[in-house]
């Protein structure tokens, strides 16, 4: 019964380097998101997926990528990281039919920039 | 473009009063509407979740509404507890693809 699994929890990372978090699913489902969650400004979208080997750009997505090789892992990497990058980020997923049956939301990993 | 808003943003209550968390849309055209629980330090936990065909959800001693019409949701919790002490989000489902579009939230402090 683990839903959306996110690894790692915790980073600290310099300006400049890289790193990738993973989102690992088993509850079969389609689509898969990546947020980002800044005091005071909610939840936003940074790339989803809609489907294995897909992925699209949502609200904020410079400075990222995306990797959806199997269906159940969806993956973020920054290529350069800055210190506006630092930042609480959620992965989600949903059903094909998100319609009724909404979102599951991973426990978030935690970025510092230095 | 569909703003989410939440008012207020922080609120703090004594332990068994009923309370009411806003949350405003500005694009009627939403496909659903989530009310979710997020505790310090952890992920989002979905509390509610209302169809656009459905008025309102109940589970336990939470309900949420939904006036399309007029861009409003309201969570009720009905005698509180120091165990809600959270923040409480509302996001909504609209536009052309399926992603959800999240207010800012607001704090809730239930002290004994």
């Known amino acids: 019964n683990a839903g959306v699994t996110q690894t790692p929890k915790f980073r600290v990372l310099k300006t400049g380097q890289s790193m990738t978090l993973l989102c690992a699913q088993d509850m079969n489902h389609e689509y898969m998101y990546w947020y980002r969650q800044d005091p005071g400004m909610g939840l936003r979208l940074i790339h989803y997926?809609?489907?294995?080997?897909?992925?699209a750009k949502g609200e904020v997505p410079d400075g990222y990528n995306v990797s959806r090789l199997k269906k159940q892992n969806f993956l973020l990497g920054l290529e350069s990281a800055a210190p506006s990058q630092t930042s609480v980020y959620f992965c989600?997923?949903?059903?094909?039919?998100?319609?009724?049956?909404?979102?599951?939301f991973g426990s978030g990993t935690r970025l510092t920039v230095v | 473009k569909q703003e989410v808003t939440q008012i207020p943003a922080a609120l703090s209550v004594p332990e068994g009063e009923n309370l009411v968390l806003n949350c405003s849309f500005t694009?009627?055209?939403?496909?659903?509407l989530q009310w979710f629980r997020q505790d310090p330090g952890k992920g989002l936990t979905s509390l509610l979740l209302i169809q656009s065909s459905q008025r309102e959800q109940t589970s336990g001693r939470l309900n949420a509404s939904l006036d399309k019409s007029s861009g409003r949701s309201t969570l009720y919790i009905a005698a509180s507890q120091p165990g809600d002490s959270a923040t409480y989000l509302c996001a909504v489902i609209s536009g052309g693809y399926n992603k959800l579009i999240f207010g800012a939230g607001t704090r809730l402090a239930v002290h004994p």
């Open positions: 694009d009627s055209a939403i496909y659903n």
């Open positions: 989600a997923s949903s059903r094909d039919s998100w319609l009724n049956y909404g979102y599951t």
């Open positions: 997926s809609v489907g294995e080997g897909t992925t």
